[in-house]
Structure formats: structure tokens, C-alpha cells
């Protein structure tokens, strides 16, 4: 049955990428996932940090479906407000509350389909919320509110006082939210709401929230027919924001269960597709919860692309003594005055290899984000290329499959790249001989190697070297120093050992810009 399956995590990172910058609209969102307190969404990185899957309750299945529609409001987040608060405090807590529901009736104005979605997930929400007389002190009436405000009822007991306040407070929240989407007003403005709410019941706006989802009380086990009653309840309750619902429909989920297949059959075939070696001595990293988002530098990767954009578009505007179009300005200016296209072709497949000895763990961040940086925009370029990186794990001298030429670049690359630890010596020879079979049955044009440091056996190097350039392949080395003469001191040691080109480098952020430039183009 389709529900016992489960999703790869580098699926899924792949699929939340995709949907939450195309609900966003901003494709500088990176998005990790995390088993953490609460998901988070950083405006200022243009970050989300998701839960993983197993955090949810219900099948494979409805668990997507949670972490679905969680991204969906991250994503109205990122879209539509200014200013995220800690939930740690009832200020804050309030005021994400009333973001919550200010957000979610603008997205669903353009996003209809996300209704079934929402009530679905409102579902599981009502099962997670704890019961009020679980709570203790003023925590339970601020709770009750958020309750009471976004589920339409409250769980468990408290005092007929308390509610009273709780009934203002929703009044006075739902007519600010109504207000801020009427007159297209922002988080700012809703946080001046606040403080009249806080006034109401009665609470400091420094009271600490003791709350953490999802979770279900006692770990209490859920039947299809319980929580069809409590989508009945929530759509009842729900009525005059969303309609009249059918809790059977919602529960099938027949609009996202198209997706979710598409999904696993996706996963299924890439279980092993492009990521199989039977090379002993070459791995593939495990991902891992490490977060790949702090090798991402944006303003690098959005200025290389911008660079090489006429790379992208394959055409690049020169000027020539004879052509179709006149430019008056270069006239004037002394220049050669005629403009024309020239037809760019980027046939050249490049096979990557980082050297990640100890000697960078210095520089180790910088130096992954200029390579990430790198295969982002050979990606952005349609470029062919597989990436390889070596260290020492437990005395012994490892190759780690980053990338294969034949899958794309994506986040799961990235967090293979991130997880690679500096460690160990420079033992060239004994990567290249690894690779050799490898490289022998793709054939890249050129096979380009990026070190810092001198080989631990130079005479090996120069050995294999002579198989590589039989295979007619273009040996190219980026000699990464610390300086500039240390990287000329580098890049000239490199030459010795019989490299066809040999390039120095002291900046780490000039490293994609280096290895764009040995493209052949024609």
C-alpha cells in the first residue's frame, strides 16, 4: 500500500525547495530540515528550518500532508509579513497567532486549493493542543485564546471568568485581522494590536510559553473515526471563514495524493539511480540533519549567475567592423560601431575534484561555500558535471560522491557537500587511482582538481597523470594558498607534476570565477 512507503529526505528537501520558493516567490529561499523545538522561519537569512516527517502523527501520508501545509504558512510568512517574534514569550506568541490567521486569508485569495489543506491540518492541530487543565498559571488563558481564536472551541476546563476574557480577546483579534487584510495592512500594524489583547486577559507580555508541537497527549492512539469527528468539529466551526466542507474529501486528500505518489514513485527510482558506486574506495555521504545553509552565500552565487548570464541565455552581444545594427555612441566613442549576436556553446563536461585535507579546516566554510557557490552556477548553466571530494575517515583515505553528472544539483548535493569533514593528508595519487575506472567510462573533457597543499607522493601523481592524459582528458589544477605568493608557489608546484594547466588562487570567492573561465567555449 502506497501509505507504508516513506519519502528520501533528500526528496523531500528537493520538494519543499521547489514549493516553498514557488509559494514564496523568492528563489533565494534555502530550506533545511530539523528535529528542533518549533519550525522557524528566518526572514532576514531567507532561511526555513522544517521538522522532519517523523515529529508528525498519522500514516506516511498525512504526515506529508502536515509538513505541507506547515511550509505553505512559512511561506505566507516570508511572503506577506515584516517581523517574526519568539513564541518563548506571550507577546510574541499573540502576536504570530494573529500573523497566522492574517496570512492565511490572503494566501488562500490565490492559493483556493489549500483549503481542504488547511482544515486537514487545523485536524491534527486540535490533536496536538493540550488540554487547558493540563496547563498551569496564566500560560492556560493564553493558550485557550490561541485555541479558541484559530480552532474555534477550547480543549478541556477552565474558569467561566477566564473564557469571558478569552471571548473578548478573540473578538478584538478576529475585527484587527479583518482590518489589517481590508486595508492591506502589515505585522506592524497588527502588533499594535497586541498589547489591547494582552490587556484583556489580564497577562504579562514576558509570561513564558511552555509550549512545544506537535504532540499528542499521553501518545494517545488515533482512529480513522475519531478524527473524522474531529474534522467534522473543526469545519463546523470553521464554517464562515471556509465554506461548507466535506470531512470525507478532506480526509482522502485526493488533491495532494496525486503529488505524494508521483513523489514516492520518484524516490523509488532514485534510491540508487546515480548514486551507486561499486568502486571500493568511493562513498556516498548518509544524509544527515547538517545544515547546508550556512555554506550558501547568495550575494556570491546571484552575482556569478549575473556574470555569466549570457552564458544562460547562449547568446553574447559583441561588436564587429560589419554587421545588421549600428551603435551611433560606440561610433562616436572610436569603437568598432556594428553589433552582433554571437551563438555561445557550452559542450565542455567537467569532473570536480575537492581536496579536503586537513590543511583547509582553517577556511573550511569559506572554502565550501566558494564550491557550492561554483556548482550552483555550472547548474544555472546547464553545464555537465559530477563533483568528488576526498579526506581521511578513521586512518583511511576516502572518496565521497558528491555529485554524478547524470542527477542535477540540488539540496541533497549540497548537504553531501556540507557533512564532508577536513581531515588528513594529500594522497593524490591513491584518489586518482580510485577514480580512474570511473573517469574512464565517463570521459569527461576536463578533469579539474582543487587542492591546497603539495601530494603526499609526487612521482605517483606524475605516474597516474600519463593515464588520465591518455584517456584524452585535460588535467587542470586550482592551487589554493593563503595568500597570493602562496598560491603561485602552489600553483607552480602543481605544474611540475604534469598538469595541462595550472591556475592560483588566494581568494576563495575567485575560485568560480577561475574554473568558468577554463570552459571551452566555441
Not at 109 to 122: A, L, P, R, S, V
Not at 398 to 404: A, E, G, M, R, V
Request: hydrophobic fraction near 40%.
Amino acid at each position: 500500500m502506497i501509505h507504508s512507503l516513506q519519502l528520501r529526505s533528500d526528496t523531500l528537501l528537493e520538494i519543499g525547495t521547489f514549493l516553498v520558493r514557488r509559494w514564496s516567490g523568492k528563489e533565494a529561499i534555502t530550506l533545511s530540515i530539523k528535529d528542533q523545538k518549533e519550525i522557524q522561519t528566518k526572514l532576514r537569512e531567507n532561511k526555513v528550518i522544517m521538522f522532519p516527517l517523523d515529529r508528525y502523527h498519522g500514516t506516511d501520508f498525512q504526515k506529508y500532508r502536515q509538513f505541507r501545509v506547515a511550509l505553505w504558512y512559512e511561506s505566507m510568512r516570508i511572503r506577506h509579513s515584516n517581523k517574526i517574534l519568539s513564541n518563548d514569550h506571550a507577546f510574541g506568541f499573540i502576536l504570530n497567532t494573529l500573523d497566522t490567521r492574517r496570512i492565511e486569508t490572503i494566501g488562500r485569495t490565490y492559493w483556493q486549493g489549500m483549503d481542504e489543506e488547511i482544515i486537514f491540518n487545523y485536524g491534527f492541530s486540535w490533536l496536538y493542543r493540550p488540554l487547558l487543565n493540563s496547563l498551569y498559571g496564566h500560560s492556560r488563558i493564553v493558550e485557550g485564546f490561541a485555541q479558541y481564536f484559530l480552532l474555534g472551541d477550547i480543549k478541556g476546563d477552565i474558569q467561566s471568568s477566564a473564557f469571558e476574557k478569552i471571548q473578548r480577546a478573540v473578538k478584538i483579534a478576529g475585527e484587527a485581522v479583518n482590518e489589517a487584510v481590508k486595508n492591506e495592512c502589515g505585522t506592524d500594524w497588527l502588533e499594535k494590536k497586541v498589547s489591547e489583547i494582552i490587556r484583556v486577559l489580564e497577562i504579562d507580555p514576558l509570561l513564558t510559553i511552555p509550549v512545544s508541537f506537535p504532540k499528542i497527549t499521553s501518545g494517545i492512539a488515533m482512529s480513522e473515526k475519531d478524527f473524522m469527528k474531529t474534522l467534522s468539529k473543526i469545519s463546523k466551526y470553521r464554517e464562515s471563514d471556509f465554506g461548507e466542507q466535506d470531512p470525507t474529501k478532506i480526509i482522502e486528500g485526493r488533491q495532494v495524493l496525486d503529488e505524494y505518489k508521483v513523489l514516492l514513485e520518484e524516490a523509488k527510482r532514485s534510491e540508487n539511480k546515480g548514486l551507486v558506486t561499486e568502486v571500493v574506495g568511493i562513498s556516498i555521504p548518509i544524509l544527515t540533519n547538517v545544515d547546508e545553509t550556512r555554506i550558501y552565500d547568495m550575494d556570491l552565487i546571484n552575482n556569478l549567475k549575473a556574470k555569466f548570464k549570457e552564458w544562460k541565455s547562449g547568446w553574447k552581444e559583441q561588436h564587429v567592423h560589419a554587421g545588421d545594427e549600428f551603435d551611433q555612441e560606440t561610433y562616436m566613442e572610436g569603437h568598432t560601431p556594428f553589433i552582433t549576436d554571437k551563438k555561445i556553446a557550452i559542450k565542455t563536461r567537467i569532473f570536480i575534484l575537492l581536496d579536503h585535507s586537513s590543511s583547509i579546516a582553517e577556511e573550511e566554510t569559506q572554502y565550501k561555500k566558494a564550491t557550492l557557490a561554483l556548482c550552483e552556477v555550472l547548474d544555472f548553466l546547464k553545464v555537465k558535471f559530477s563533483v568528488y571530494a576526498f579526506n581521511t575517515e578513521q586512518k583511511q583515505v576516502t572518496c565521497w560522491l558528491i555529485k554524478p553528472e547524470n542527477l542535477q544539483w540540488n539540496n541533497a548535493a549540497a548537504k553531501r557537500l556540507a557533512q564532508i569533514k577536513a581531515n588528513g593528508s594529500t594522497p593524490l595519487a591513491e584518489v586518482y587511482n580510485l577514480l580512474l575506472s570511473t573517469v574512464r567510462s565517463k570521459k569527461p573533457d576536463i578533469f579539474l582538481t582543487l587542492t591546497d597543499g603539495e601530494p603526499s607522493d609526487p612521482d605517483a601523481v606524475r605516474s597516474v597523470m600519463k593515464d588520465f592524459k591518455f584517456l584524452g582528458i585535460k588535467m587542470v589544477a586550482i592551487g589554493v594558498g593563503p595568500n597570493t605568493s602562496g598560491a603561485i608557489t602552489i600553483a607552480n608546484n602543481l605544474k611540475h607534476l604534469g598538469y595541462e594547466r595550472t591556475l592560483a588562487v588566494s581568494r576563495l570567492n575567485e575560485i568560480p570565477k577561475r574554473v568558468l573561465n577554463v570552459l571551452g567555449t566555441d
